[in-house]
């Protein structure tokens, strides 16, 4: 099972960057699509963006395309999310997932119960 651990999250203000990393242990990293999530307090966990295994291919949430980037190193098995120009509504809990597949097909990228490790989660606060 691959182990993945995400940091870079922080407190920031509106309109703010922050770039997100999420390391991945274990071979078997380059070989699926990743995606990121993120869970506000009361909230259902939400899809955020996703990337298959060649990087090739991205895929945003509507509220964050245009100004997030997903993006990947095989090489470092790390997947990165460049977050710009945050707004509150932004804060959450990030998480990172590895996909079951190598490649999307339809909307399946929204789903988590298509990705089957997580990592532990970083917090990012955007003050107003």
């Known amino acids: 099972q691959v182990q993945l651990v995400e940091s870079g999250g922080g407190l920031v203000q509106a309109g703010g960057s922050l770039r997100l990393s999420c390391a991945a242990s274990?071979?078997?990293?380059?070989?699926?699509?990743m995606g990121w999530f993120r869970q506000a307090p009361g909230k259902e966990r939400e899809f955020v963006a996703a990337i298959n295994w060649r990087g090739d291919s991205t895929y945003y949430a509507d509220s964050v395309k245009g100004r997030f980037t997903i993006s990947r190193d095989n090489a470092k098995s790390t997947v990165y999310l460049q977050m710009n120009s945050l707004k509150p509504e932004d804060t959450a809990v990030y998480y990172c997932?590895?996909?079951?597949?190598?490649?999307?097909?339809?909307?399946?990228?929204?789903?988590?119960?298509?990705?089957?490790?997580w990592g532990q989660g970083t917090q990012v606060t955007v003050s107003s």
């Open positions: 274990g071979r078997t990293f380059s070989s699926y699509a």
């Open positions: 997932a590895k996909s079951t597949v190598r490649y999307y097909s339809g909307s399946s990228y929204r789903t988590t119960k298509n990705y089957d490790s």
